[in-house]
C-alpha cells in the first residue's frame, strides 16, 4: 500500500469553492487511475467522482456532486485534483482519495462548509 496526500481541505461558507489535490511521488494518474471519496461525521463512507485510466480518462460523478464538481489531473505534477464549486453544509466531510488498482490511499482532508 502506498500513501497518498490529499491537502486543500478548509472551512468555507455555503456557496464557496474549495480545490482538493491528491499526489503522491511516482504516481500516474494515467495508469492508475482515481478515486474520491467523503464521509461524514456519523454516516458511511460515499463515492464522489473518478476518473478512469488512460491520457483523457473518463470522469463520473456522483448525483449529489455532478454540475459543481470537477475531477482532473495533471500527469506532469502526479496529481489529481477536485475542484468543488457552490459548496454546500452537506458537503462537510472528510475526503479521501484511493487508487484501487495501483494500490495507493490517502488519509483524507477535512472539508467543512459553514457560515
Known amino acids: 500500500q502506498v500513501q497518498l496526500v490529499e491537502s486543500g481541505g478548509d472551512l468555507v461558507q455555503p456557496g464557496g469553492s474549495l480545490r482538493l489535490s491528491c499526489t503522491a511521488p511516482?504516481?500516474?494518474?494515467?495508469?492508475?487511475?482515481m478515486d474520491w471519496y467523503r464521509q461524514a461525521a456519523g454516516k458511511q463512507l460515499e463515492w464522489v467522482s473518478s476518473?478512469?485510466?488512460?491520457?483523457?480518462?473518463?470522469?463520473v460523478y456522483a448525483d449529489s456532486v455532478k454540475g459543481r464538481f470537477t475531477i482532473s489531473k495533471n500527469k506532469a505534477k502526479d496529481t489529481v485534483y477536485l475542484q468543488m464549486n457552490s459548496l454546500k453544509p452537506e458537503d462537510t466531510a472528510m475526503y479521501s482519495c484511493?487508487?484501487?488498482?495501483?494500490?495507493?490511499w490517502g488519509q483524507g482532508t477535512q472539508v467543512t462548509v459553514s457560515s
Open positions: 484511493r487508487s484501487p488498482l495501483c494500490n495507493y
Open positions: 511516482g504516481f500516474t494518474s494515467d495508469s492508475c487511475g
Open positions: 476518473i478512469g485510466i488512460g491520457t483523457d480518462g473518463s470522469t
